[in-house]
């Protein structure tokens, strides 16, 4: 019998700011134990209880596109400048710009939180066609299988937490799309200072102190390539992607190492 499967999402909201947001891809089985486990959380939040809980359940029409994690790895980068660095040296050797880089920090740390990524394009000409919401990439999902390895990996390092796991679900998904060349993301949450870079070629490049602690601001940038934009936008929204394979998770590793291809199984 084909299996069923539906994408459910979260989003809480506490005088009118969204507070928390969760999702994933299930099996109709999970559903009724996704929903309380999101509600809880959602009741639960740091940043405040909820208000306002929207929970989305939507039987998908397509099957899910199975697919592996981005590997996995950190740069012990000690502060904000050696992060521009680094993230630089990454993103460069790619065929992005160093003014679209430029661009992309300032826009993330200009304070404007956007609930989307921005799309920018080698140059740093800003793409997507809302320019204050920006682009929100969702129905994607992992296995419970890959989810337990996940979990293992991460865990050996010390990593095994929700916004870990959620971003790189998220980066995988993105970086499976020829368009995208590379992304940048820092969180909007104040006390959480680790960003990352992903690219198809090196991975998942987590960049601690890429900002000070207490910041509001954060956000994404994805540089994109060719093809069109809107067939782009389509795949980043509605194409249900489920991650299946754990790439390999590797912890504190120089950016010598990863330029030079040597932090790759
Ligand atoms: C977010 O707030 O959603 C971004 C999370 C970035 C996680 C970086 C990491 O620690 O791997």
Do not use: W
């Not at 929970?55 to 980068?77: A, F, Q």
């Not at 320019?131 to 010390?158: D, E, K, P, Y």
């Not at 936008?233 to 120089?254: A, D, E, H, M």
């Amino acid at each position: 019998m084909p299996r069923h499967y539906y994408s459910i999402r979260m989003r809480a909201a506490k005088d009118g700011t969204h507070i928390s947001g969760a999702e994933g891809i299930y099996e109709r089985r999970d559903v009724l134990d996704i929903i309380r486990r999101y509600t809880s959380r959602a009741l639960t939040h740091e940043k405040g209880r909820a208000e306002e809980i929207r929970l989305t359940i939507e039987e998908l029409k397509e099957r899910p596109k199975r697919i592996p994690s981005l590997p996995l790895c950190t740069v012990n980068t000690r502060n904000p400048q050696m992060v521009k660095k680094v993230a630089k040296d990454l993103l460069m050797s790619v065929g992005i710009t160093e003014r679209a880089i430029d661009e992309a920090f300032t826009a993330i740390t200009m304070g404007i939180v956007m609930r989307g990524a921005m799309l920018m394009n080698i140059e740093g000409v800003r793409l997507e066609p809302d320019l204050l919401r920006g682009v929100r990439v969702t129905r994607m999902g992992i296995t419970r299988s890959a989810s337990l390895t996940l979990a293992r990996r991460l865990g050996r390092l010390g990593l095994n937490n929700t916004t870990v796991k959620e971003a790189l679900i998220l980066a995988s998904k993105v970086h499976r799309h020829p368009m995208v060349l590379g992304e940048l993301c820092i969180s909007d949450d104040p006390n959480y200072t680790t960003g990352y870079v992903a690219t198809r070629r090196y991975g998942y490049v987590r960049l601690p102190h890429i900002k000070g602690r207490g910041s509001p601001y954060g956000g994404r940038a994805f540089f994109i390539t060719g093809g069109e934009v809107n067939t782009l936008i389509k795949y980043l929204q509605t194409t249900p992607v489920l991650i299946n394979r754990i790439g390999p998770c590797r912890g504190v590793v120089s950016i010598k190492d990863i330029l030079e291809g040597k932090s790759r199984h």
